[in-house]
């Protein structure tokens, strides 16, 4: 396999239509701009737009450093309305939040190549107590009723909604890790400044609060266990935002199995990795006995996402086949 791609190129290749640039520094205006509920009054709360997101504080309200925050994922047709109910229920009930800033950045947040860690965050909370972090789950989950959203990797699910949690940063702090600085949480046991783990899998820092209405959403996510019949998973051969591309075994057969997150993973076409993955079945089957492609040999569904059971079959992978013929190389 060729090197991961880093999540960074999308993102300073998107900004502006010719020049390879900073996200929010493109020659070009931004694009269908996110703005909260216009029927509230915004003139007591702060407002700062970065590269990314658009910020809003209560002025007379204090954050901590850290905490549990909050996301709301959504889909692009939805994004507009989600922002509107989120942030009339923020002003209400003064809590500071964040969006992503435009269309244009939630596209590159929840494309094929986006960062897992972070793809499908449209919108963080950021409740300042443990009472006013249940209220806000609780109120939101009946508030975003209807709306639909990615499975945020790096957070545990509220119920079935569209909302996710992390225990982390909520102010810009920083700490030096292998000569670079990162985003860091203080160890409440030491003081000192800590990395802040961001990675696509749910992580709590071993000296964290755990209320008690959070232990059976975090029990629930580490119950999940694999559909009957599942392929038994011997390695990994991709990963990307879209779902994972393992190498697997179905009664000692090899087979590859490739997974296909809902909602995640979008073409500039409008589909997402279901319908992608969907339409290659279909493909696929038409040409079974034709051309020797891989014949889809089963699909499973969990926790909404799907995954196809294709045949493995040993060859050259399109990088290593474009490597070899390139006239760069000498061949």
């Given at each position: 396999m060729g090197s991961p791609v880093n999540q960074m190129h999308a993102a300073f290749a998107g900004a502006d239509p010719v020049f390879y640039e900073r996200p929010g520094q493109g020659g070009g205006e931004s694009t269908g701009r996110f703005?909260?509920?216009?029927?509230?009054?915004?003139?007591?709360?702060?407002?700062?737009?970065?590269?990314?997101?658009?910020?809003?504080?209560?002025?007379?309200?204090?954050?901590?450093?850290?905490?549990?925050?909050?996301?709301v994922s959504t889909v692009p047709a939805q994004a507009h309305d989600v922002l509107r109910r989120v942030s009339a229920y923020c002003h209400s009930s003064q809590l500071t939040f964040k969006h992503l800033r435009d269309e244009p950045t939630l596209g590159r947040a929840m494309s094929k190549d986006a960062d897992r860690a972070s793809a499908g965050k449209f919108i963080a909370i950021f409740p300042a107590t443990d009472a006013e972090?249940?209220?806000?789950?609780?109120?939101?989950?009946?508030?975003?009723?209807?709306?639909?959203?990615?499975?945020?990797?790096?957070?545990v699910r509220w119920n079935e909604s569209s909302l996710y949690l992390r225990y982390g940063g909520f102010r810009r702090l920083s700490v030096v890790k292998d000569g670079m600085p990162v985003p860091a949480i203080r160890d409440l046991r030491s003081g000192e400044l800590v990395p802040d783990v961001r990675a696509p899998g749910f992580y709590v820092p071993p000296w964290a609060h755990i209320t008690e209405f959070l232990r059976p959403q975090i029990r629930r996510r580490h119950d999940i266990a694999p559909p009957e019949g599942f392929p038994q998973i011997l390695g990994v051969l991709h990963h990307s935002n879209a779902g994972g591309v393992y190498l697997a075994e179905v009664d000692?057969?090899?087979?590859?199995?490739?997974?296909?997150?809902?909602?995640?993973?979008?073409t500039p076409d409008g589909r997402d990795a279901v319908d992608r993955l969907f339409d290659e079945r279909r493909t696929l089957a038409s040409l079974s006995g034709a051309v020797n492609v891989p014949r889809p040999?089963?699909?499973?569904?969990?926790?909404?996402?799907?995954?196809?059971?294709?045949?493995?079959?040993?060859?050259?992978?399109?990088?290593?086949?474009?490597?070899h013929c390139n006239p760069a190389g000498g061949r």
């Open positions: 703005g909260p509920d216009s029927e509230r009054d915004w003139s007591s709360w702060a407002q700062v737009t970065d590269d990314h997101w658009t910020h809003w504080h209560p002025l007379r309200r204090d954050l901590p450093e850290q905490g549990w925050k909050v996301h972090l249940h209220d806000c789950l609780v109120d939101l989950e009946t508030v975003l009723i209807g709306t639909v959203g990615p499975y945020v990797l790096s957070d000692e057969t090899r087979v590859v199995l490739k997974e296909a997150r809902p909602h995640s993973g979008w040999l089963g699909t499973f569904s969990s926790e909404g996402h799907h995954f196809l059971v294709l045949d493995h079959i040993e060859g050259t992978s399109l990088v290593e086949a474009v490597i």
